[in-house]
Every structure is written in structure tokens, then in C-alpha cells.
């Protein structure tokens, strides 16, 4: 079993910055991939980021590319998501999430963090 928890979100104002955080728990943990994604309220969970957790690649959707970075932290088990020139379209509950195998570009875990808002303000 695997745990994740999600912690940094916030209020920031547009054009902000904040850095979310994920730290990943469970007695045989190693994933293939570490992702965001994130829900806004009316819509579908939306693929954010992912890394692929060996070879430290990462995979971005369109509407964050070059905005948003994830990140493999130093202590053990934890992943970063850097968000910088946050739009309020951005505003939704954001999820850290693991897979196995490589997932690159969709929402379709087993393993799920309980989730932390991020109010982008206009």
C-alpha cells in the first residue's frame, strides 16, 4: 500500500508562485512514475506533470509547460511541483499521484494524495 500527502497550496495572486509538495510512504515503495493532476470545480481531474522516477524525465501538459516544474526532492520518497506565473485558471485542487509503470500524460492511478487547494486570484 502506498500513502502520499500533499502539502503547499494556498491563495496566491495572479502572476504568483507557489511550490507543492508530495511526500510518498509504504513499505516497498518504488514507483515507475511520480504525477500531478488537478480538478477544477465542474471539471474532470486534468493531467498536470509527471517524472518518470529512474531516469528523472518529466512530461508536461500544454497548459503548464513552461510554467510549472516537477522535481525529485532530496529526502527520500518526495516530489515538488514549482508552479511560477500562476493564472487563475490554474485555481483547482491539485493531486499528487503514482504509478508503477511510466505514465506520461493521464489521471489513471490507483494512488491518490487527499489533495490541496490553490486559489489563484485576479
Known amino acids: 500500500q502506498v500513502q502520499l500527502v500533499e502539502s503547499g497550496g494556498g491563495l496566491v495572486q495572479d502572476g504568483g508562485s507557489l511550490r507543492l509538495s508530495c511526500e510518498a510512504s509504504?513499505?516497498?515503495?518504488?514507483?515507475?512514475?511520480m504525477g500531478w493532476c488537478r480538478q477544477a470545480p465542474g471539471k474532470e481531474r486534468e493531467f498536470v506533470g509527471a517524472l518518470t522516477w529512474n531516469l528523472g524525465r518529466t512530461y508536461y501538459s500544454d497548459s503548464v509547460k513552461g510554467r510549472f516544474t516537477i522535481s525529485r526532492g532530496n529526502a527520500k520518497n518526495t516530489v515538488y511541483l514549482q508552479m511560477n506565473s500562476l493564472k487563475a485558471e490554474d485555481t483547482a485542487v491539485y493531486y499528487c499521484?503514482?504509478?508503477?509503470?511510466?505514465?506520461?500524460?493521464?489521471?489513471?492511478?490507483?494512488?491518490w494524495g487527499q489533495g490541496t487547494q490553490v486559489t489563484v486570484s485576479s
Open positions: 499521484t503514482t504509478y508503477w509503470t511510466i505514465v506520461t500524460n493521464r489521471c489513471e492511478s490507483d494512488y
Open positions: 509504504g513499505r516497498t515503495f518504488n514507483p515507475g512514475t
